[in-house]
């Protein structure tokens, strides 16, 4: 197997001369498998009907339509696609890029026009196994998740987003001194309360036997994350025979690297206060 990074081609490669590249292409296509992460959005700006999103990843990646039979002659056979780019151009943007991978013969998952299709395993089929692959966005865009139909209402097409549960830990004696602070709020109302983890100031506490000493010194804290995982996608990584039958290699990316859990992609230079928070514990 041959994996590689982020995949950001914007115009077909094999077409040109790149010295070296051959020697490069020789490697991907000697493999069993070739994977790669999907990191661009393809289509045809000329008769594109989409548009770019008010929020998105960091830049408007975007590719000819020739990229996709580009990526399948260079050897690519099974691509993930969601990260935080999935959604730079909208569900146009995502669902055309889809209608182009199609064709091409190339596996791709982390997204669908619901939350089942988007966590659902993709499978690719090679002489020496069957490999399957399941793909996460842990930075995405408010708007980017899918979402599972409500009633007779359609599904949301989107990401398959891995959501974080962000809290620290602290020593006991430091939560109860936590405790007794958010116990004097002025806007704190007692009900429904958990013992063993606070909320103060939008920051979740729990107590530890260990603590790590953040940059600075300035608190003996660990910070640590709870992922919330689409129950099919944990299903087949657990080793669950999914229905349409065993498969032989696994695998899954989650890309993590700027704010999780939806928060503004801007990050460091934004003033909406979730991004404001999400600077204490980015997820690397």
Known sequence: MVAVGDLMVSRALTKGHNP????????LRGADVTFGKMETNIFDSRSFRGSPQAEYGGAYHVSLPDVGPDLKAMGFDIVSYA????LDWG?????????????????????GEN????GAARFLETPRGRVGLVSFASTFTPMSRACNPAGE???????NALRLAKFVVVLPEMLESLRKIRDSLPDYSRGGEDSTR????????KAGEKALVVSGGILPVLMRFDCRIHAATFSFWAGVTPPIGQHDFKLALV???GPSDGFCPR???CNHSPCRQSARGRST
């Open 255 to 257: 890309p993590c690297h």
């Open 115 to 118: 939350l089942a299709q988007a």
């Open 91 to 111: 569900l146009e943007g995502m669902l055309e890029t889809c209608r182009l991978l199609d064709p091409s013969g190339i596996v791709y998952a982390g997204v």
């Open 198 to 205: 606070i909320t103060v100031a939008g920051v979740t506490y």
């Open 20 to 27: 070296g590249f051959d020697a490069i292409v020789d490697i």
């Open 267 to 269: 990050h460091r230079s």
């Open 153 to 159: 209402a359609h599904g949301r097409s989107g990401v």
């Open 83 to 86: 990260n935080n780019h999935t």
